[in-house]
């Protein structure tokens, strides 16, 4: 399943360690910095509200459910090293993000569960 | 006189604001630097993370594709795409902000998170920059500070502990999600759409390229299919649903 590359050694069913040389880190850091910086200011920059075609306001209304909910299947099954302890701390997380139990709890009572389940 | 006490007066309101922000950030900062080490990655690197970056989910998510043995390519570009909803939350505070001296709105602009967002919409006043950055300032360091302590002392941590650790970004996710999907059909449907298409694809494609591809093109398809199901007003845009729920 895990794709061998330049930088990949050989994974067991858990956590990997990474080969990424140094420099490719440092470009990461920055690559990262910019693209996270540069959107949050622009709206500062810009002084007359520009408005947005409607089919891209379209687009970026439906891209965080998209992107949330690829970032959570199914890499949650693999996040504990036990899946019956990330199922349970997934279905924890679900019911207690339904129940509107604030953000901090949600994350801390789903944590504690994945610790303790078998 | 009057003005220091205005100023102070506001530095306190934005402090009280960032309290909570911070207090949430430390364990997940803690995981995010714990995590960061056990992948094999340099302490240095972890920090500069959280002092370059300052967005939780895409630090995780950062660490994750990079055991992966992901590029730092198309890590970038998934960062980009996955920190792209601050642009709107920006825009919202932008519009309630009342400076206009360049710097200032320079600094605003890097503290814009989800939760710093969601507590400064709270704020029924205009948003002054005293305000403002001691908010982000509060939250900021509870960040950096909550990172490095994850790193150097999370080993002290018991190994269970260290594993279920594991769940906290997904569990973030999850806060994050869910209560912004209440009562819009075609949110969860987005969603149910993008957790399948992803785990499909990620069987033939590394995942981080996977999670690429599934969120550019399920919102693609659902804006052909559904193109005004969701609108995107000033005062109506989705970022407004994607507050965590506050005290």
């Avoid at chain 2, 043995?69 to 920006?90: A, E, K, T």
């Avoid at chain 2, 982000?136 to 790193?151: D, E, K, N, P, R």
Wanted: net charge positive; with cysteine.
């Amino acid at each position: 399943m895990n794709k061998l590359n330049g930088f990949l050694k050989e994974c067991g069913g858990g956590w990997c360690r990474m080969k990424m040389a140094t420099w490719e880190l440092v470009w990461m850091v920055a690559g990262m910095a910019l693209v996270t910086y540069v959107p949050r200011l622009i709206p500062f920059l810009l002084t007359k509200h520009v408005p947005l075609q409607p089919k891209v306001q379209q687009f970026l209304t439906y891209l965080p459910y998209a992107i949330l909910g690829a970032l959570i299947f199914p890499g949650i099954l693999s996040s504990t090293g036990r899946l019956s302890s990330a199922l349970a701390g997934m279905i924890t997380a679900f019911v207690l993000a339904y129940l509107r139990v604030h953000l901090v709890l949600t994350v801390t009572f789903a944590v504690l569960i994945a610790t303790v389940w078998p | 006189m009057q003005k220091d006490i205005l100023f102070s007066k506001r530095v306190l309101d934005g402090i009280q604001g960032g309290l909570p922000i911070a207090i949430g950030y430390i364990p997940i900062a803690i995981a995010f630097g714990f995590l960061a080490k056990s992948a094999g990655m340099p302490v240095l690197v972890t920090i500069a993370l959280s002092v370059f970056v300052f967005a939780g989910a895409s630090q995780f998510i950062a660490v994750s594709m990079a055991a992966l043995g992901s590029s730092w390519g198309s890590i970038v570009l998934l960062v980009f795409m996955l920190n792209l909803r601050h642009l709107l939350m920006s825009m919202h505070i932008a519009s309630r902000f009342v400076d206009h001296r360049r710097w200032i709105r320079a600094l605003v602009a890097f503290g814009v998170t989800d939760e710093t967002y969601a507590m400064l919409m709270m704020r029924s006043r205009d948003l002054s920059p005293p305000m403002v950055l001691s908010l982000q300032f509060t939250a900021y360091i509870s960040w950096v500070a909550g990172t490095w302590v994850g790193y150097t002392l999370g080993d002290a941590l018991p190994e269970r502990l260290q594993s279920g650790l594991g769940i906290a970004l997904y569990a973030m996710f999850i806060a994050l999600l869910v209560p912004s999907i209440r009562g819009k059909r075609s949110a969860l449907m987005v969603s149910l759409l993008a957790m399948l298409s992803n785990t499909l694809f990620s069987r033939w494609i590394p995942s981080g390229l996977a999670i690429i591809l599934t969120a550019v093109l399920i919102p693609l398809l659902m804006t052909w299919l559904l193109p005004s199901e969701m609108t995107t007003s000033r005062e109506n845009d989705q970022v407004e649903n994607l507050e965590i729920d506050q005290p």
